[in-house]
């Protein structure tokens, strides 16, 4: 069974993290939230969520599979400026492993160097923060290990690219028909 870490910091965007741990755990997918604070964090909007881990208490990345960074201000600047987060994210990049960022969350990977000359998207802005990548407009942008995303609007995207890197396409495309995305989508190109 695959096993991903999400990251929590006071001020994180709530449908960001929120949508990717739903999302993932409907696939069977395992997710272990965690706070690099308090084990009850707030989120950016004043929704309160209790974090399955504190970050003191992830002593190895073996069990895991990927990495997810959600967005949101003042979140991740809170996780960019915490040593043991770009411990963490170069651990995982190091091992090749899964790394998600979403919003202002590619600031992070950004700090820990390893989206130089990497094909990467997030909220509108934050380009500015991401000059050594290559920079796309584009809603989900995966080069490698790394996906990284725009926003609020598309954590569903993002998740599934996540579910499909993770457990596969089927797997994304069982997803999307039980969350109704795919009659939605059928709605709107008809």
Known sequence: MKKVLLLLAKGFEEVEALTT???????????????????????????????????????????????????????????????????????????EKLIGAICAGPIVLQRAGIITGKRVTSYPGFDNDLKESEYKDDLVVQDGNIITARGPAVAVYFALKLVENLVGKKKEEELKKDILLDMVENTIYK
């Not at 965690?34 to 909007?45: K, L």
């Not at 974090?51 to 073996?62: G, L």
């Not at 600047?77 to 995982?92: A, G, P, S, Y």
């Open 21 to 95: 741990v739903d999302y993932l755990r409907r696939m069977d997918i395992i997710v272990d939230t965690c706070s690099i604070g308090e084990i009850e964090v707030q989120g950016a909007h004043r929704i309160i969520v209790k974090a399955d881990k504190k970050i003191d208490q992830i002593n190895s990345i073996k069990s895991y599979d990927g990495l997810v960074i959600p967005g949101g201000l003042p979140g991740a600047t809170n996780l960019r400026d915490d040593n043991r987060v770009i411990k963490l994210v170069k651990e995982f990049n190091k091992d």
